[in-house]
């Protein structure tokens, strides 16, 4: 699913409102637009020592968990049609679903199809009435004549169904939100068209289709393929109704069938002959262009990247209301959520709406072109799409773009990994397919497609890609045929990066050290595998890692342009190694992993003049910056004045966005004087980095600062959510100064009063910066008030996760305040408010959270609630089993933070006299 992506915006993808990419991911962030320094952001060095830390992961099986296989086709489905009518204002729609299967064998004489939840008026075969069975899940029909090899049946089931649980979704105003438009959409992905259509529901099975609907005729209905007729009713009451038929004459599965219905306003483009085209409400026609505006040249790239033109007859893009992912891309006719429509502040620096239109896009190759065979292989689409994401970036903006963005799908990956649990890729166990959809599935699908084109080159992937997707064109595929592809096209065996990438979890977690010896004109390079374990015999047991990872050396000329780059590719095999380079003269920095392609953690233990030279001067963005988390982690004068150097002068964006994050982590006030240099920074992205990074000081200055800040506004929506949600931070630290704590309430009490805007960013902002005081009543009061039915939907579902964060230091009574309401949001069946209240529930650390969370679990039908419920249930378990050993660790800790932070300063001022 294109930004089924139930994931995290991070630091690389800022929070937007809009539902992410993935279906099933993490409770505690799963469609959950964060703080854009959250943890699920956190520096690339910092996520390494934590990632490589760890002792051990969570399991992904969880129980009732089996193996999962295609079932047996009793034929192949050549074709579906549906015929509807859909009554809108009771909720309701039925008719007849007719399904021309071509048996695979003599003698069947039944036939199991999926239909959950619809009532099932007849069923027949060439007009005669069949028999059948059927307990609300499945749908046995009793063949009266058994099949016969060749000789096809069509097999034709009237039915009805009433308000809809899943599957297809009806949008109305209610007396809390009257002006919700009127909506119906589907969502089919991974297994739910059979609660709308009976039908054999799984990707195996691809056929043609066709949808006739009836509908009022005020309304529009887009569906895939092309339009092949619309007719007038005489017979629809007021206003008369309107028949669409739609026909999907290429082979798809039931998943990719769709149907979108409202009073849209058509937008119409074209790519080479081929229709584009853009469905929104009126009143969002202004947004069209600034945010699907691209897509005729997102064609045009990835029917050249992809050695494939785009293959169906148009390509659709429906915005629609209440959608419970990101996107979906549904054969020729993708759905996106209305909260990716921009405006013109929101464009600024909001790049997810893009990415979302190129990731849904993608999938006309990769998911719906090339349709995988098994749910377990779903990494080809999810992968290759979110992948495509980062080709987009580095086609349209520029390479270090695209580096950037491939790390922040690197660090999405690391932060599942190392904090929810640890899986191969390709696994068939598990008890739902939409558990797969995870970070996993996506990023280190993304990433694993990075490494393939760089082990590969640009051309002899492309001439990969060409080939797997001209060869499996209309077909289905498992990961063996990409393999299969690669060595077919390029002579190439990538067997052992599949094998260490795909077919196991993990990845390998480098610490790196560099000596050099001047006398031998030696370089030593030491690098230690910290994931490998000390037991096994082989290297599989051992968590051992075999690449081959380039290590350039750099040396910088006078009034050169550039450094000279000494490169050699050397094999990382052993848990621990040293290698030794003889060079003409030392470098000026060494460069571990050049180009950064493998997907990895890496801690660098470079001494600090390598550190320096480094971030001034190595070519690759992603080496500048990992330079930089090492010198923030060293502290000192010395690195504070080098990384200031590099806030202010490096050339790209992204860079000086880490920096900033690096500079929030060392706490001094030399640090705090050059991260302010950032506020002015002409990239709203990096200014927001360091409006957040100022949240780490606990002053009465960083208080200011964010507050002016807050007070003026920004032209970026985002730098503002920053803003607010700091002051909030930095108030819940000044334990000296409560008055702060006042201030700040009065200040984001204000914003969340005056404040509106696209997806209520800023408000949800205030609400961030709300939840940091965690022993304020008043704040939990604005919380629980924006936490009712009524309230903006994304500015309610945060208040509803935050009602989890400040929790933490109530008291008894107001535990119980924010339990009542967890307790009757449990009673609501809106998946997001479900997902939101879930990951509100994990933060909590009262056994209490747990029974809410089991009544969730009990009461939806969506099993991705479910496990998100589970693995909270668990979070909760293990948050109050450890609670008294986490405080007295905490105290401990903070103690030895406050000696570090004095001690640093201390080491500032001595520096700053010796110099002086």
Known sequence: MGSLKLAIPSLFHPPSGIADRRAGHHSASAIVPVHPLSEKSMPHALLTSFAA??????????????????????????????????????????????????PVRDGLTKLTLDAVDLTIGSVTIDGVAQGFDYDRKTLQVSLATPTVIGQAIELAIAYHVDRPRRGLYFVQPTDTEPDKPVQVWTQGEDEDSRFWFPCFDYPGQLSTSEIRVRVPADFLAISNGELIATEDCADGGDGGEKIYHWS???????????????????????????????????DRLDDVARTMGKTPRMVAFFSDIYGYRYAFPKYAQVCVDDFIFGGMENTSTTLLTSRCLLDERAAIDDSSSESLVAHELAHQWFGDLVVIDHWSHAWLKEGAASYAEVQWFEHERSADDGAYYLLGEARSYLAEDSGRYRRPIVTHVYREAIELYDSHLYEKGACVYHMIRAELGDALFKQAITKFVNDNAHRTVETLDLIRAIETSTGRNLRYLFDQYVYRGGHPDYQVSYEWDEDSKLAKVTVEQTQAKSEGTTPLERDLFDLKIPIAFGFIADNADAPTLQTFKVRIHEAQQSVYFPLAQKP?????????????????????????????????????????????????????????????????????????????????????????????????????????????????????????????????????YAAAAAIGKIAASQVDHPDLVDRAIALLKDILETRAGWNDVVQRGAIAGLSRLTTSIAALDLILNYTRIGVPQALRRQAIRALGSISVGQTEANLERILDRFSQLAAEEFFLIQVSAVSGLEEMATPKAIGILQMIADRTADGRVIRMAEEAIRSVQERCSSDRALDQLRDELDKVKQQNRDLLGRLDALEAKAQA
């Not at 193996?67 to 050549?78: A, H, L, S, T």
């Not at 909720?91 to 399904?99: A, R």
């Open 53 to 102: 830390a760890r002792p051990s992961h969570h399991r992904f099986e969880l129980p009732g968990a089996q193996p999962q296989y295609k079932p047996d086709r009793p034929g192949q489905v050549e074709h579906i049609a549906l015929d509807l009518a859909i009554d809108i204002a009771n909720q309701s729609f039925g008719g007849t679903c007719t399904i021309r299967l071509n």
């Open 248 to 282: 999907q004459t290429q082979v798809h599965p039931t998943y990719l069938m769709t149907l979108a219905i409202g009073k849209f306003a058509e937008v119409r483009d074209e790519w080479d002959g081929i229709p584009v085209t853009y469905y929104v409400e009126r």
């Open 588 to 720: 000026a920095f060494v460069s571990f992993d050049a180009g950064n392609h493998t997907l990895k953690t890496v801690d660098l233990k470079y001494p600090t003049p390598e550190l320096k030279a480094q971030l001034k001067h190595d070519p690759d963005p992603i080496a500048r910056l990992h330079a930089a988390h090492a010198l923030a982690k060293k502290g000192g004068l010395d690195g504070v004045k080098a990384l200031a150097e590099a806030l202010t002068g490096d050339r790209f964006w992204g860079v000086r966005r880490e920096v900033a994050s690096a500079l929030a982590t060392i706490e001094t006030i030399h640090a705090f004087e050059a991260l302010s240099q950032g506020l002015t920074d002409p990239d709203a992205r990096v200014r927001a980095a360091v409006v957040s990074g100022l949240g780490n000081y606990k002053t009465q200055a960083a208080f200011k600062v964010v507050a002016i800040t807050l007070k003026q506004g920004d032209p970026s929506y985002w730098v503002e």
